[in-house]
């Protein structure tokens, strides 16, 4: 009987216990850091003071306290018996406060400038109709012309050729043609063919290269992000279709900008970057072009829908919104690419490398919530 005195056994899982509660405290004190420095940077101290609030005592997991940690800071009684107390008068006739640090005033925030302002004034561009463009080059021809009369006038430049065609020619040369009327034909067509080849070869030189014709592409698609990038999330239901993976990211590319696309179940988050005219069209394809509802992976689809799938179930299951539109300082990724995540902390991880976890979580909340509200 000595010998089993000495041993002393622990009821199961009270080092588990005291293990959730040492991981509760640790997130505790990182979120309520990190809504201290948020705070701090907003500007508001009275919500950094909040932030720092932590319980005087520990609690046990089955144990109700009186007040609430939380609560315990503001209330002055530190009951909340006191509440329904009538409130007493001090021996100056002031009423004594129930609750400490509260007030009718507001606290505001620092007014922070955007980060896209610009002092410089833009310049609108005078647009023409089609009969003014027509005019003004009529009036530039016009001039050229003048110019030229001017200097063959002075002897500046010799006289041009008369503009002789078969059609013209006896008009034109008159008795040389009866005199010769082969030797004028052969000149005739001569010249023709060297206003033809003339004509070609300026054609030729005013033609651009094909360098030049990707430049001048590239010119008109991009464009100038360094006062603010616009930013815009997308949450697509599902993103197993070849064909319109290939969509979001070809158009991506070819629009010149930026983003991921990160597939999760039914979370598939696609964010991209750019200018507002870039994301004027991108909105465009993902909210009106590709038709999320039409799924063509396979036959499979088909199949249900002989089986007697309604279409107001598959126009559920696909489907694209937009999460949020706005404009940041800088580019957050660099070109599209793909990044298939099997759990949910795999992708939050992913948009935390890149400093804009908050995409993740707004776009995972509202799923949540329409699988909460279409249950």
Known sequence: MAFCDRFKFVEEGHYIQMAQRLRTKAQLDKLQKEIFQVAKKTGIQSAAKLALITPKKEVASDEVPGVEWWDAVILRNESYESLDAPVEQNAEGAKNERFEGITNLVEHPIQLKPPADSTKEVPIPVMLTKKERKKLRRMTRRETWKEKQEKIRLGLEPPDEPKVRMSNLMRVLGTEQ????????????????????????????????????????????????????????????????????????????????????????????????????????????????????????????SKEGKEGTSEERESSIYKCFCVWEGTVKERSFGDMKFKLCPAETFAREHFKKHGVEHYWDLAYAQSVLDAAGGE
């Open 178 to 301: 009866v005199q010769d009327p082969t030797r004028i034909e052969a000149h005739v067509r001569a010249q023709m063919a060297k206003r033809q080849k003339d004509h070609e070869d300026a054609n030729t030189s005013r033609k651009l290269t094909k360098q030049q014709r990707s430049d001048k592409k590239v010119k008109k698609i991009r464009e100038d992000t360094s006062d603010g990038v616009n930013v815009a999330v997308y949450r697509v239901t599902n993103l197993t279709n070849p064909a319109k993976k290939f969509k979001v990211e070809t158009n991506c590319r070819q629009l010149l900008m930026t983003g991921t696309v990160v597939l999760y179940r039914d979370c598939n988050v696609v964010v991209v970057e750019g200018g507002p005219k870039q994301q004027k069209k991108y909105k465009r394809l993902m909210m009106q072009r590709i038709k999320w509802e039409e799924n063509s992976t396979g036959g499979k689809a």
